[in-house]
């Protein structure tokens, strides 16, 4: 064979070589990738990305809280007893010696809100860290009963009575949240549903979102302060199932569902084609130029959770704690019941352990953005 032809030859089958090798690697890169995603799904389908949960270990405390407002004064009664209000204020002052900054959100919440049965229970909420705190607790039940212990102030390292407060996330989380307040306001009004009650929802999303994506929140989450949008198990930013939104579609339209809430809201989440469109919904929850829907579908959700309850002869109307645990549990886990606990999904915050429901009661409860969502009278609106 003529040496021309020999490397001809020779040089053909390199690339034949070449490309066995290279099929060779993109069917097993195939296959691998196959593998992954039905692993993937079989974890999915087995529950092994699901946090199983637990009760707050505050849920008796937490729940005779939340129930306050029913078993105390009325507004005008509360207004015309002045050792009522004046408790309050002096309650107010002994918080301010060691956390003043929690006492002005307080004072301020009082000053705006025309419902001092939430002041009270924001005293209550904040005195539960107070009574965990060994370091100052028998020095302030000593000034809240005698009252006239204001001479010994101690000085705290740290601005805000609740622990997760006081973190650089929830610096950035706060300000995100604000951003979106027109969305919120909208969403809120359209669900027949307090904003405050959709924040103190999507916080005990986001802080959980905040603290496990460390490197995201350092490099892109906090200096930027904006959401986190989730697409895969959970979507959006309140983190909901794709079959729970696709089951309020359905209870919302449906008379004889126990979540049905009234003709208002029958047709807020229909799609413009006609029909329930999965596409259409993943794309609602999970966009993250515009929260709206995501919002919607919340507020829908807890608005559903009420009125099931409501029915049943239960009103948690004002139970914060208990409403986000149901969100955060889903539609199959809310049985109508006399003591319903506060707690849901485990969330861990430098080496403390809170519960989803306890999160979002800590915020409510709070004070923290309560001039860009404020108290209403009342939460729900048929």
């Not at 010696?97 to 809100?113: D, G, H, K, S, W």
Request: hydrophobic share 40%; with cysteine.
């Amino acid at each position: 064979m003529p040496a021309v032809e020999r490397n001809t030859h020779n040089k053909n089958q390199r690339i034949i070589s070449i490309l066995k090798k290279l099929k060779t690697f993109v069917v097993y890169g195939f296959a691998l990738a196959g593998f992954g995603i039905i692993c993937a799904w079989l974890i999915f389908k087995l529950g092994l990305t699901k946090d199983e949960g637990s009760t707050d270990r505050n849920n008796r405390y937490l729940t005779r809280v939340s129930s306050l407002s029913k078993t105390t004064l009325s507004d005008t009664a509360y207004y015309n007893q002045p050792a009522e209000w004046i408790n309050d204020y002096y309650r107010i002052l002994c918080i301010s010696t060691y956390y003043p900054y929690n006492a002005q959100l307080i004072f301020n919440a009082m000053q705006q809100t025309q419902n001092p049965m939430v002041v009270r229970q924001m005293i209550l909420a904040n005195e539960l860290y107070i009574m965990q705190n060994e370091a100052i607790n028998a020095k302030y039940q000593a000034m809240v009963q005698k009252g006239n212990s204001f001479k010994q102030k101690m000085k705290m390292t740290e601005k805000n009575v609740i622990p997760w407060m006081n973190t650089e996330e929830w610096d950035a989380l706060k300000q995100a949240i604000v951003k979106d307040k027109k969305s919120i306001d909208k969403a809120a009004a359209d669900a027949g549903i307090e904003p405050r009650l959709i924040v103190a929802t999507l916080i005990g999303e986001q802080i959980r979102l905040y603290h496990t994506k460390r490197e995201l929140f350092k490099s892109y989450l906090g200096p930027v302060k904006v959401l986190v949008t989730e697409t895969q198990f959970s979507l959006g930013i309140t983190g909901i199932k794709a079959h729970t939104a696709a089951r309020i579609e359905r209870f919302i339209k449906d008379t004889a569902s126990e979540f049905y809430i009234s003709k208002r809201y029958e047709h807020l989440l229909d799609y413009p084609n006609g029909f329930a469109d999965t596409t259409a919904r993943i794309l609602r929850l999970t966009n993250d130029k515009n929260h709206y829907y995501s919002y919607l579908y919340t507020g829908l959700i807890l608005h559903s959770i009420q009125k099931q309850w409501q029915k049943a002869g239960y009103d948690i109307s004002d139970n914060v704690g208990v409403l986000i645990t149901l969100f955060n549990l889903g539609f199959s886990q809310s049985e109508p019941k006399p003591n319903p606990e506060i707690g849901g999904a485990n969330i861990a915050i430098n080496d403390n352990v809170y519960t989803f429901g306890g999160i979002a009661f800590d915020f409510y409860y709070s004070g923290e953005l309560a001039k860009e969502f404020p108290y209403y009278k009342q939460k729900f609106k048929d």
